[in-house]
């Protein structure tokens, strides 16, 4: 980053400029869509949710499509009053965002002078360090041993001027969790003063009993935020809706900040009916936990290195670094035959490849598809 306690003059200028590190962030780059010369490829980039969406959440959506010239509930009173109930969590204390990349960018903005920091671990999801960076504070990274949150790194980062914690548990782009008594751990030694962000994204994938989303723990404190998306499990991707459970003081400073209408009346009906369907939940969850170990197995088995074990809707995958072998090289080969995979260069991670569990055909297209790639 550049050094922003050197002012500059930006009145001077010869032409507007953004504040001091603005142009040094790295914008965040989304999982490929299209492959060259491919019609109609298998998106494995962007870990939606390959079953789709329910039914009753598509049904939702299109009977919206009459009420697209009224603004939508700016409480977002219907999904909230879902959740508060689904969950027994407190309506109030609830914060609803344009995906939960909107609630830690607000986050970010309402904790967050120039100076201040977020610690986060080395492999972290990329839109906790881009809306840090926007408030011009300072990201300090935790060290990931075995691609694996370590409680005691995360705390050693911390300083005077850590304002948020940031932790995705199970994480992006590793896929790996942490127990949630190591969660308790970290919280008790983290100063009150710290925001602590469990981002559980794809919490709904971590089926281990030691596993918790902390929405539980996070009623007691006055300090946790569990954040959660109908993006992965729900497959509302596209709708946009994540959603925070927050105290009181948290909430009451977001809503400070945040933007009047920032999810949709088609959001938020499609959300409530999302919710109500167990029966997509069950066969989504059902499906990732059938269909990652086969893949985890798969792939192990060509000689790779699966990160893990994956408690998410993917897996992430080490190749190795001699020429024509490498992630770079699997990425091309892969996407030439229409299976669009992640890499994840921005995370550090050069010799890795992301891939989102697919349906059956999909995951079985990949396997030979890789295992054509390394008998060459
Ligand atoms: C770890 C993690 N957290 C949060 C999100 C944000 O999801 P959304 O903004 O769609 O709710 C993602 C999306 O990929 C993610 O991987």
């Known amino acids: 980053m550049s050094d922003t306690s050197v ?4 009145a001077k200028a010869a032409k507007p400029m953004p504040k001091p590190g603005i142009m040094d962030i790295h ?7 299209q492959a060259d010369g491919v019609e109609n490829p298998i998106k494995l980039s962007a870990n939606e949710n390959v079953l789709g ?9 299109v009977g919206a499509a009459d009420e697209m010239q009224v603004y939508p509930d700016s409480r977002t009173s219907i999904l909230r009053d879902a959740i508060a109930t689904r969950f027994r969590l407190e309506p109030e204390r609830l914060i609803f965002g344009c ?10 903005q309402a904790f967050l002078e120039p100076g201040d920091n977020i ?34 790194e995360m705390l050693k980062a911390v300083d005077d001027r850590t304002r948020l914690m940031f932790l995705a548990n ?3 782009p590793t896929g790996t969790w942490i127990p949630f008594s190591e969660v308790l751990r970290l919280h008790a030694a983290l100063p009150p003063s710290v925001v602590l962000v469990l981002d559980g994204a794809y919490s709904e994938f971590a089926t281990d009993p030691a596993f918790q989303d902390g929405l539980d723990f996070a009623r007691g404190t006055d300090n946790v935020v569990v954040t959660h998306t109908f993006s992965k499990l729900h497959g509302l991707a596209a709708l946009r809706v994540g959603w925070g459970y ?9 809503d400070r900040i945040r933007l009047p209408f920032n999810t949709s009346i088609a959001g938020q009906r499609a959300a409530v009916a999302a919710l109500a369907d167990e029966d997509f939940q069950t066969r989504s969850i059902e499906h990732v936990d059938q269909w990652r170990s086969w893949l985890s197995q798969q792939l192990g088995g060509l000689g790779l290195e699966v990160v893990g074990p ?6 992430l995958v080490g190749f190795p670094s001699a020429p024509g072998r490498t992630a770079g090289d699997a990425d091309a080969y892969l996407s030439a035959q229409g299976l669009l995979t992640r890499r994840v260069l921005n995370y550090g991670l050069p010799n890795h490849l992301r891939i989102t569990i697919g349906l059956e055909e999909h995951n079985r297209a990949v396997v030979d598809a890789l295992s054509a790639f390394l008998a060459r």
Not at 7 to 10: A, I, K, N, V
Not at 120 to 126: K, L, P, R, S, V
Not at 128 to 149: D, L, M, T
Not at 246 to 254: K, N, T, Y
Request: net charge negative; aromatic share 10%.
């Open 27 to 33: 914008a965040y780059v989304p999982g490929k869509a």
């Open 119 to 152: 610690v986060q671990g080395e492999f972290a999801f990329a839109a906790f360090a881009i809306g840090a960076h926007a408030c011009q504070a300072q990201v300090k990274v935790a060290k990931e041993p075995n691609y694996r949150i370590d409680v005691d």
């Open 310 to 315: 994956s408690a998410t809707n993917f897996v």
């Open 170 to 172: 199970p994480g992006n």
């Open 246 to 254: 927050a105290p009181a003081d948290i909430v009451a400073a977001v």
């Open 99 to 108: 995906g939960s990349d909107e609630v830690f960018a607000l986050l970010n």
């Open 7 to 10: 002012p500059l003059d930006r």
């Open 53 to 61: 969406s329910s039914p009753m959440a598509r049904a939702a959506f």
